[in-house]
Structure formats: structure tokens, C-alpha cells
């Protein structure tokens, strides 16, 4: 009934896949505008990411 979604393990590789596609779409755009503060902000999810995991 859960539908897999109740799994911690897969709860947290759909938010990190969906954090990762994110992130790249953010660096796409932002990279365009303004690369400095892209490579800043995608460091910063990386790093959110990392420390969920843990």
C-alpha cells in the first residue's frame, strides 16, 4: 500500500536524483547569468546532499 515510497533508502535516492537534476538545471541557467555564483550554489547542494546522507 506504501508503494515503496515508505523505504528511507529510496525516499532518499529519489530526493538526491531529484536535488542532483535540479541542481544542474539551476547551473544551466545561472551559468549563463552569472557563473561565479553558480559554482557557489551548487557546491552548497552538494555539500546539503552529503550531509543528509550521512
Known sequence: ???G???PARLQEARA???GELAVQESKVARVSRPGKVARGASEVARRTCGAGK
Do not use: N, T
Open 1 to 3: 500500500r506504501s508503494h
Open 5 to 7: 515510497l515508505a523505504d
Open 17 to 19: 536524483r531529484w536535488l
